[in-house]
């Protein structure tokens, strides 16, 4: 989808922003705000109907997945204790230990949240979510200052540790971190908004327990400062909700500056609207930097709703007039919330297909993707390795044990001669063979079991060649006999070349055995990864399509 597209779409599915600055509200056209307020308190709760059915896909998916890892663990029977590949092998099987080990603990981790999210299963709630010092505080009580001016019940908590806690006022607002734990506000009968301390936050423990609980959310508000908005770094954290398929209104906050007037001869600093030029120039930077990077991240930018630029000061600065309301860009957060509380509610009624998905693909699947997949890799590029070199090792063993039982032969024959003993002969040959084969096998197969019982036998020489003797002249004196050395020992060498490329070809097929067989399982553990990647991404377009859910 083009970025124009993707304008026209966003452009369709907001109210337009053409207001008249001093249009005041009637009661023949209510503003967005009372409408906004009107349809939550008219918004159908209760669960999809399919709900049930997509919970069983996901349970059966993890069951087959915590049946299948253990069963496809890297066996190392032809490796040697300790060698460079066991090693990998264990670190390989050691993670799909520990990955399996971590779902249970990593599910109740999510129990606050779910219980938060169980306990306002009644209600709409929005994550007010951003980095901090972007006015979080302060929107959720100017908000709430609005619904308790139309009559509704306000009440106001605090989580510890995953209780609701009531509170009296407000939240504190400020310059600095003020928000040191999740807190947030029951607005009427059905809509709760949850302000969280920044994601970019001062201490790791509040953006820690943000990500806890964007699963009790419905939706988001991403709040962004005019003084810089739609940070990069933010919209990393973004991404990891509309991942979610969560609807996203982004706010372009304190959109308002400071202008200088005389008053009695004296300077004084006012603080002002940003004209609508500006504001829509700064929303419409925020949405172009906003689609390109989810584009990056490979995120459905078409989940971006278009962006909105506020200042909460100036509104109550204005004394939430009618007129101020508007000037101050409220009109068209009002607008912004109506076109998020449909898809929020959607959101709301699948919310527990979602929250035990994101377990799934975040924790379960997330985990074996992002840990035991690239060790995998690693484990399968250095098999490639080993198997390449073999040939190289073939030769250096051949070669290895050929200089070193060469050289031993004629000292041998020399040996038998006298008792022209051919079997004693052979059966010594075998063993000077046999040792210099195991020095070589060690030395160049270092990492791998070997079986001796796989190698050639004994050498033996047939039934026709034996010692010979070979007769000498001597001039005229009594001819001798001597044994014909020349010929056994180029007989003996041809037996030795013979029985060492033999036996070098069956202990290197023990060693392509071993790195086909850990190959093959290496592949079967990726296959059983992929396979049950796909089968959750069909179960979570299930989720989101038309094909399993239908509204109730």
Not at 51 to 71: D, F, G, M, N, Q
Not at 323 to 346: D, F, K, N, Q, S
Request: charged share 25%; net charge negative; with cysteine.
């Amino acid at each position: 989808m083009t970025t124009d597209a993707v304008h026209k779409r966003h452009v369709h599915q907001q109210p337009s922003r053409e207001l008249p600055p001093h249009a005041l509200p009637s009661h023949e056209m209510p503003s967005h705000e009372l409408r906004f307020m009107a349809e939550i308190d008219a918004a159908a709760f209760g669960e999809e109907e399919g709900l049930k059915i997509v919970l069983v896909r996901l349970e059966e998916w993890l069951a087959s997945l915590s049946a299948a890892l253990p069963a496809a663990v890297l066996g190392s029977a032809g490796l040697r204790e300790g060698s460079a590949l066991a090693r990998q092998a264990e670190g390989v099987n050691a993670a799909l230990r520990a990955c399996m080990s971590a779902w249970p603990r990593q599910w109740e981790a999510l129990q606050p949240a779910r219980a938060l999210a169980h306990s306002l299963d009644d209600k709409a709630v929005l994550l007010v979510f951003g980095k901090f010092n972007a006015g979080k505080s302060a929107l959720c009580n100017f908000i709430a200052d609005r619904f308790a001016e139309q009559g509704r019940a306000i009440a106001y908590f605090h989580l510890d540790r995953g209780r609701m806690v009531k509170i009296p006022k407000g939240f504190a607002e400020g310059a600095t971190e003020t928000t040191a734990r999740l807190q947030g506000v029951i607005l009427g009968d059905r809509l709760v908004l949850l302000d969280t301390p920044g994601l970019h936050s001062a201490t790791p423990e509040n953006a820690a327990l943000t990500r806890s609980f964007t699963d009790s959310a419905d939706g988001v508000l991403w709040l962004t400062s005019s003084a810089a908005p739609g940070q990069v770094q933010e919209l990393d954290e973004l991404a990891r909700e509309l991942r979610r398929a969560k609807p996203l209104l982004p706010l372009v906050t304190r959109s308002d500056f400071y202008e200088e007037d005389e008053i009695d001869g004296a300077l004084v600093k006012r603080l002002r609207n940003k004209s609508a030029a500006t504001r829509a120039q700064q929303e419409a930077d925020v949405a172009a930097r906003a689609q390109h990077k989810l584009a990056a991240m490979g995120v459905d930018v078409a989940q971006l709703m278009a962006p909105v630029s506020i200042s909460t000061h100036m509104a109550r600065a204005q004394g939430a007039t009618p007129a101020g309301i508007v000037e101050a860009g409220m009109e068209h957060l009002y607008a912004g919330l109506r076109t998020l509380l449909e898809p929020a509610l959607a959101y709301r009624r699948r919310k527990p297909a979602e929250v035990l998905l994101h377990h799934l693909e975040e924790n379960v699947l997330g985990g074996l993707l992002d840990q035991v997949l690239p060790m995998l890799a690693e484990f399968t590029a250095a098999l490639e390795t080993a198997r390449e070199q073999l040939e190289e090792q073939h030769e250096q063993i051949a070669d290895d044990v050929w200089r070193t039982t060469v050289p031993l032969l004629a000292g041998m024959i020399e040996d038998h001669a006298a008792g022209r003993d051919m079997n004693a002969l052979c059966h010594c040959l075998s063993q000077v063979l046999r040792r210099a084969f195991e020095v070589a096998a060690d030395e160049h197969l270092s990492g791998y079991r070997l079986d001796p019982a796989g190698r050639c036998p004994a050498i033996a020489l047939g039934e026709n060649l034996d010692f010979e003797d070979l007769v000498i002249d001597l001039d005229g004196d009594r001819p001798s006999v001597a044994v014909d050395y020349a010929r056994l020992h180029a007989t003996l060498e041809q037996q030795i070349r013979d029985w060492v490329l033999r036996s070098a070809d069956a202990t290197l097929e023990q060693c392509h055995s071993c790195i086909r067989q850990l190959t093959e399982s290496a592949a079967r553990i990726e296959a059983i990864l992929r396979s049950r990647e796909k089968a959750l991404l069909d179960i979570r377009v299930a989720i989101l399509g038309d094909c399993v859910f239908r509204a109730s």
